[in-house]
């Protein structure tokens, strides 16, 4: 059942909305309503499209679910599990919010608060009553729903915190100043796992950073090095070259320039004969 919510007047002003589309505003303010009063609502992208898009025909299930990940993404929405199902929490609801006689939440207060200071943004938090700490081992299922507005199992990417941090600190960002180039690197590493294509991409990348230590003429950028959405970014730089036989070739012609000369007596012994020679002409 949905809820009377309020809009600060800041929320139109904050950078991070600011970086959403205008339906990805939309969605969040909608959450808001259906989220109970600790800010918690049930991860059902067919639900979520059914009661705050209910007269837009043309919108599928799977557009809302895109919209869904880039608020996760945007560290907005916090995916998490427990007792075997599926949740969101919004993770400033207390900062857009303020309930005065509050609902009791079906999701027990502490398990929230193990939501809120044990999750990372990149990485879904699953709980259960027993074990507030409890995290599989095993990589969350990948979304095996379809598209339309038949139900969708939803199932947040896993991507490794490393490979992000890899990856901005490579191009000199930090996840204040440059939250977009943040945004924007999880929706490539998350695409390249759908794929299949992270741990060739782990190995590529070290090669291409290794390069570019010994190469720096390369000239690389951030958006030529991700390559485009539309094309499963196999069109950046990183997968452009195969950076581990082209490292293995700069190696090479490194070794071979700094390898210092050799020379053999018999070798002085002929240049001093022509020098001598030389000098008597």
């Known amino acids: 059942m949905g809820r009377i919510r309020t809009i600060k007047p800041e929320f139109w002003t904050d950078e991070k909305v600011g970086e959403l589309k205008r339906d990805e ?3 969040f303010l909608g959450l808001l309503n259906l989220a109970d009063d600790e800010g918690v609502l049930k991860a059902t992208p067919a639900f979520i499209k059914g009661q705050i898009f209910a ?6 299930t799977g557009i809302v679910k895109g919209w869904i990940d880039t ?21 400033t609801f207390k900062v857009h919010q303020k309930i ?8 027990p ?22 074990s507030l700490a409890e995290r599989k081992g095993e990589e969350m299922e990948k979304d095996q729903g379809k598209e339309g507005d038949k139900e969708i199992d939803f199932s947040a990417p ?4 490393a490979e992000v941090d890899k990856i ?8 204040i100043q440059n939250f977009d180039k943040l945004r924007e690197t999880g929706s490539f590493l998350a695409c390249l796992q759908a794929n299949g294509k992270t741990e060739y991409f782990k190995n590529q990348f070290a090669a291409y950073v290794e390069y570019k230590k010994l190469n720096d003429s390369y000239i690389h950028l951030f958006k030529n090095f ?5 094309k499963l970014f196999e069109d950046g730089a990183w997968n452009a070259e195969n950076w581990i036989h082209r490292l293995k070739s700069e190696q090479e012609k490194n070794r071979i320039k700094n390898q210092p000369v050799v020379t053999t007596q018999k070798g002085v012994n002929a240049a001093i004969s022509v020098y001598n020679r030389l000098k008597r002409t």
């Open 168 to 175: 901005m600190k490579f191009f000199e960002f930090n996840e």
């Open 226 to 230: 991700l390559g485009t959405q539309g």
């Open 100 to 107: 005065n006689r509050p609902t009791p939440s079906k999701i």
């Open 55 to 60: 007269y837009d025909e043309d919108l599928t």
């Open 25 to 27: 505003r939309l969605l």
């Open 109 to 130: 207060l502490n398990i929230i608060s193990a939501v809120l200071n044990e999750s990372s943004p990149r990485t879904p938090v699953q709980l259960s009553e027993g």
């Open 71 to 91: 608020l996760i993404l945007n560290k907005m929405l916090i995916p998490f599990e427990y007792n075997g199902e599926s949740f969101f929490l919004i993770r």
């Open 158 to 161: 896993v991507i490794d915190p």
